[in-house]
């Protein structure tokens, strides 16, 4: 699966985002999704992550009532909403993919998924 990441800039606070994760080379019907960031000088931090049907949704505190994500199964995408966003949003953004079963839970962890996207550069403006 290839994984390409688009829809980063740079905004002001308070503004909103829309990334988009389009996958190719293999359906991603069967796959978690999930959303990654990584901040100058910081460790990578999960943000979100949805199950193959789009039912079931997990967000980092750090994002919820913030950020949404969906997928759109037919479109071969991933969305991730982004508002209300803060100077510590900034970071390059990445999707990644896996067909493993776990917990819940296990989704936020960045050695769960298999395939990753080459990441896309949010910057939030104060």
């Known amino acids: 699966v290839q994984l390409q990441a688009c829809g980063g800039g740079l905004v002001q606070a308070g503004g909103s985002l829309r990334l988009s994760c389009a996958a190719s080379g293999r359906t991603l019907s069967g796959y978690v999704m999930g959303w990654f960031r990584r901040a100058p000088g910081k460790e990578r931090e999960f943000v979100a992550a949805?199950?193959?049907?789009?039912?079931?949704?997990l967000f980092a505190d750090s994002v919820k009532d913030r950020f949404t994500i969906s997928r759109d199964n037919a479109k071969n995408t991933v969305r991730l909403q982004m508002s209300s966003l803060k100077p510590e949003d900034t970071a390059v953004y990445y999707c990644?993919?896996?067909?493993?079963?776990?917990?819940?839970?296990?989704?936020?962890?960045?050695?769960?998924?298999?395939?990753w996207g080459q990441g896309t550069q949010v910057t939030v403006s104060s």
């Open positions: 990644a993919a896996t067909d493993r079963i776990m917990p819940g839970l296990f989704r936020k962890r960045g050695s769960m998924y298999e395939y």
């Open positions: 949805i199950d193959w049907s789009g039912g079931s949704t």
